[in-house]
């Protein structure tokens, strides 16, 4: 059956409904505004140049990211110092920002991990996902701020959805250790711990198993 | 529908962290989400902790920003000559 190309209108419409999203991913991948815009304007380009690929309207919007995060690899990224996922980092071990600011002296009414939470800006934010590797960054801007599924990721950044699961994690968690950085500018130290928290749940004699109402 | 009692197995701490980020992205299902569930519901310090968790993938969502409008006018005039 012959596929029925995109029209012209209703690619116009995905691309302005869009265009923000794109401009945000596209300020991710280059992490400069001009090139971002040159980014985006390219691959709109090359995504009416094509658009009788499109098997499926309902995937014109994952298909417009792919485009994007395509030209980027080909024609931005040797341009760029690129921030690789180092050894290391792929090591780190499991670090919680709650456990540390829960542990701290910040106390502004309220708990010390919502006080924080309260406090951090927007630019912060965009600071401490500009640091991390890029595989990292890439996985953590399509599903926290664009939205899009494991499976939408993969596809866009073709890899298995089991990395773009384990990336998800590692940004989130590389992501709390550089938050905590900033902890320190707001005047947060974490308290020298009385002790970790220790886990007692279904420790108690006869309580082995749990009800839950489905 | 009629509600019914299961059992699900309990869980400790480890364990329901280490689900907190299927859960928060809707992909823990069936007996490994009632477990969690069942975990949190139980545990003050796994639920403040996946509250918290909850809130700064929030704040992250929250950098999806408004319109650029000369960036919208200029691939408007792009398409247009397309």
Not at chain 1, 42 to 67: C, D, G, H, P, T
Not at chain 1, 104 to 131: C, L, M, R
Not at chain 1, 185 to 211: F, M, P, R
Not at chain 2, 9 to 20: D, G, K, L, S
Request: net charge neutral.
């Amino acid at each position: 059956m012959a596929v029925k190309e995109l029209s012209k209108e209703t690619l116009t419409n995905e691309v302005l409904m869009n265009l923000s999203a794109l401009q945000r991913f596209a300020f991710s991948l280059c992490q400069n505004k001009q090139q971002a815009e040159e980014l985006v304007s390219e691959a709109v380009v090359k995504a009416f140049e094509n658009r009788s690929q499109v098997r499926s309207e309902e995937k014109v919007r994952q298909w417009l990211f792919r485009i994007l995060n395509n030209l980027f690899i080909s024609n931005y990224r040797k341009a760029k110092n690129r921030k690789t996922v180092e050894l290391a980092e792929l090591s780190e071990p499991s670090f919680s920002l709650f456990e540390q600011v829960e542990m701290s002296s910040f106390t502004d009414g309220g708990t010390p991990e919502k006080n924080f939470i309260s406090k951090i800006t927007k630019e912060k934010i965009y600071t401490a996902i500009d640091e991390l590797p890029e595989e990292f960054r890439i996985a953590l801007v399509l599903c926290d701020v664009n939205d899009f599924s494991y499976a939408e990721i993969a596809a866009i950044t073709q890899v298995a959805i089991g990395t773009v699961r384990s990336r998800i994690a590692r940004a989130r968690n590389l992501l709390q250790k550089k938050l905590w950085q900033y902890a320190a500018e707001l005047g947060i130290s974490a308290k020298e711990k009385e002790k970790d928290h220790v886990c007692t749940c279904g420790k108690e004699e006869g309580q082995t198993i749990n009800t839950v109402t489905v | 529908m009629k509600k019914k009692n299961k059992q699900v197995q309990p869980i400790n701490c480890e364990q329901a962290v280490a689900r907190f980020n299927d859960f928060m992205d809707n992909y823990l299902k069936g007996e490994a989400r009632e477990e969690l569930m069942s975990h949190l519901s139980e545990c003050r310090h796994c639920m403040d902790r996946f509250e918290f968790e909850q809130l700064l993938k929030s704040k992250v969502h929250q950098l999806s920003g408004p319109d650029d409008p000369a960036m919208k006018e200029k691939i408007e005039k792009l398409i247009a000559s397309l």
